[in-house]
């Protein structure tokens, strides 16, 4: 399996526990009651998110387009 990278943003809910976001994947969230579990649980999220954009990659045939940024 490979790494990569990503931003997150931890914001405290206080009793509620934590919420957390990955900035390079819009509406890629998720939550724990605390902030270790909130991490942990992104990690499952982004897999998640990156699962479906392959699968929706491979079934809708999209083409590559580079960007110079």
């Known amino acids: 399996?490979?790494?990569?990278?990503?931003?997150i943003v931890l914001?405290?809910?206080g009793?509620?526990?934590?919420?957390?976001?990955c900035l390079e994947l819009p509406g890629c969230l998720s939550e724990g009651k605390t902030e270790e579990e909130a991490l942990n649980?992104?990690?499952?999220?982004?897999?998640?998110y990156i699962a479906d954009i392959k699968k929706?990659?491979?079934e809708k045939k999209a083409r590559p387009i580079k960007v110079n940024i």
């Open 15 to 21: 009793k509620e526990g934590f919420v957390v976001k």
């Open 1 to 7: 399996m490979a790494t990569q990278t990503y931003h």
């Open 41 to 48: 649980n992104i990690q499952d999220a982004i897999r998640l």
């Open 56 to 58: 929706e990659v491979k």
């Open 11 to 13: 914001k405290s809910q």
